[in-house]
C-alpha cells in the first residue's frame, strides 16, 4: 500500500509541474487529488505518523512549486515560453494617441448615441461614447473628454 502512495504523490508532483508548462487547470486538478490520495492511503498504512505524512508532502509540494517557479525561467523550455522582453514607447510601441484639441469642440451625432455611436466634427467621423445616457441621431454635442481613441460626448443644452 505504501508503494501505491509514493506512485500517486509522485504522478500528483509530476502532474502538477506539467500545470506549468499546460495551462487550464486539468493536470493541476488531477494532480492535486492524486497527491490528497496518497496522503489518505499513507496515513490508512502508518496512522501513528499521519501528522508527519501530511506536513511532508505539503512541505513537498510547496518546495517543489517554490522550485518551479524559480527555475523554469531559466531552462530552455521556460525561455521559449516565457516573454522577457516588453514593448517600450522609445521603440515605437505606443497606443493610440487622441487628439486632445477636440476637448471643447461641438459636434453633431452621426448615429444614435446607446451609449456608442459615430459623431461628425466639421464633416469628420469619429467613435464617441455618450456620458451617461442616450442621445438621438442629429443631436448636437460637446466632445468633453479624450483619452487616447476614447472620445466622451454630452448633450448640448
Given at each position: 500500500m505504501i508503494t501505491w502512495a509514493v506512485l500517486?504523490?509522485?504522478?500528483?508532483?509530476l502532474l502538477v509541474f506539467a500545470e506549468f508548462f499546460v495551462p487550464g487547470g486539468?493536470?493541476?486538478?488531477?494532480?492535486?487529488m492524486a497527491?490528497?490520495?496518497?496522503?489518505?492511503?499513507?496515513?490508512?498504512a502508518y496512522p501513528?505518523?499521519?501528522l508527519f505524512i501530511v506536513i511532508g508532502q505539503f512541505l513537498g509540494v510547496l518546495i517543489g512549486v517554490i522550485v518551479g517557479f524559480k527555475y523554469l525561467p531559466r531552462t530552455r523550455l521556460g525561455k521559449t515560453i516565457i516573454l522577457e522582453t516588453s514593448q517600450q514607447p522609445e521603440d515605437g510601441y505606443v497606443a493610440a494617441s487622441g487628439n486632445e484639441a477636440l476637448v471643447g469642440r461641438e459636434a453633431e451625432t452621426f448615429t444614435p448615441m446607446r451609449p456608442a455611436g459615430?459623431?461628425?466634427?466639421?464633416?469628420?467621423?469619429?467613435?464617441a461614447v455618450a456620458a451617461g445616457t442616450h442621445i438621438e441621431k442629429g443631436v448636437r454635442v460637446r466632445i468633453i473628454e479624450v483619452r487616447g481613441s476614447r472620445i466622451v460626448v454630452e448633450e448640448v443644452q
Open positions: 500517486l504523490y509522485i504522478a500528483g508532483i486539468i493536470c493541476g486538478v488531477i494532480g492535486g497527491i490528497v490520495v496518497s496522503c489518505l492511503l499513507a496515513c490508512y501513528d505518523y499521519s459615430t459623431i461628425l466634427v466639421d464633416g469628420k467621423k469619429y467613435d
